[in-house]
């Protein structure tokens, strides 16, 4: 067996079959029994597997990646890899009820990319000059309702679907609740 390799790991994330995915200063690592195999070069700083079992790797300063791989004959093949949001720092992923994925980000508030027809993709922003209290986003959860609890260091907003969009409904200012919150 190959140590796993402990030090200066900041993610872990396991695929349905048992394979690891962790991601160790520039390097985001493949590992299955006695494989371990590069997968990208960048520092990653959320990691996401969605019900279609593909990859989401959120980096600290390259954009999301979503990467569809496969594993048989003991030899990780990646099918391929989507780059999204380039400029972002990623610093949150979710995959909500409807299989939309979410991003938050460093400076640029949070990202709804939303899969349509032939693997093209709807991408919708949220940010401060839409109505959220901050652009660095923590941690996104959906509650039963189908709204969006966005969490940033100075507390938490909510993002509210209506019949046709979202608004934003500023919790913490409302509430008088300003708290770290760490998603």
Do not use: C
Request: net charge positive.
């Amino acid at each position: 067996n190959i140590p796993l390799p402990l030090a200066n790991v900041s993610r872990m994330i396991s695929d349905k079959q048992g394979n690891f995915f962790l991601s160790q200063l520039e390097h985001l690592i493949f590992i299955s029994g006695k494989i371990k195999q590069n997968v990208i070069n960048y520092r990653i700083s959320a990691l996401l597997i969605d019900k279609n079992e593909d990859l989401w790797a959120g980096t600290w300063r390259n954009g999301l990646f979503r990467i569809r791989y496969s594993f048989t004959n003991n030899q990780l093949a990646i099918i391929a890899i989507n780059h999204f949001l380039p400029s972002a720092k990623i610093r949150s992923l979710f995959e909500d009820s409807k299989g939309n994925i979410w991003a938050g980000t460093r400076y640029q508030g949070v990202y709804q990319i939303t899969k349509k027809a032939k693997d093209s993709f709807a991408i919708i922003n949220f940010d401060q000059k839409k109505g959220l209290t901050s652009n660095f986003v923590k941690g996104i959860r959906e509650d039963a309702n189908g709204n969006y609890w966005i969490a940033f260091y100075q507390g938490l907003d909510k993002i509210i679907r209506t019949d046709s969009s979202f608004r934003i409904f500023n919790f913490s200012r409302v509430n008088n609740y300003f708290a770290s919150i760490i998603g």
